[in-house]
């Protein structure tokens, strides 16, 4: 076998192993929490009191409530079944306040999640780590 065969064989491998395993966004569903609502508590990480909060899933995005005093808008938002949980990723924006990049999971009606708030400064950027806990609004 020639070497660029061998070289086309371990790339076509490559590639294969990175599609089965390195995509696992590969099988997300459109919509999947759409319609859903979560009351909890927020707080910043090893930093202060919980505060109350909201998120909403609906038309493919999520709205967290208490964020819109920020500026933030609703982001797009990616979910996937694994096992017996639904995993989500998420980002939402706001023009002045920065970014928060959203994991979470859902497991019947309870739901966690980690956020992380970004925002670029003029002499240093902000970055703050936040956790939430919830469960589906009756």
């Known amino acids: ?21 390195g995509v696992p966004w590969a099988r997300a569903q459109e919509g999947l929490l759409d319609g859903r609502v979560f009351v909890g508590e927020s707080r910043e990480i090893h930093v202060g009191a919980p505060k109350k909060e909201e998120i909403k899933f609906l038309n493919g995005e999520l709205d967290a ?6 500026e933030f808008k609703a982001g797009a938002y990616i979910a996937a079944y694994e096992k017996d949980a639904i995993v989500f990723e998420a980002e939402t924006i706001s023009p002045k306040q920065g970014t928060i990049k ?37």
Do not use: P
């Not at 076998?1 to 599609?19: A, I, T």
């Not at 999971?105 to 936040?130: F, H, M």
């Open 65 to 70: 409530i208490v964020w819109r005093g920020q």
């Open 1 to 21: 076998m020639s070497e660029f065969n061998k070289v086309n064989h371990l790339l076509f491998l490559g590639l294969c192993l990175v599609f089965l395993f």
């Open 102 to 138: 959203w994991r979470g999971i859902v497991r019947g009606d309870a739901i966690e999640a980690n956020y992380q708030w970004r925002k670029k400064g003029w002499l240093s950027d902000t970055v703050r780590d936040y956790s939430f806990k919830g469960s589906q609004k009756k």
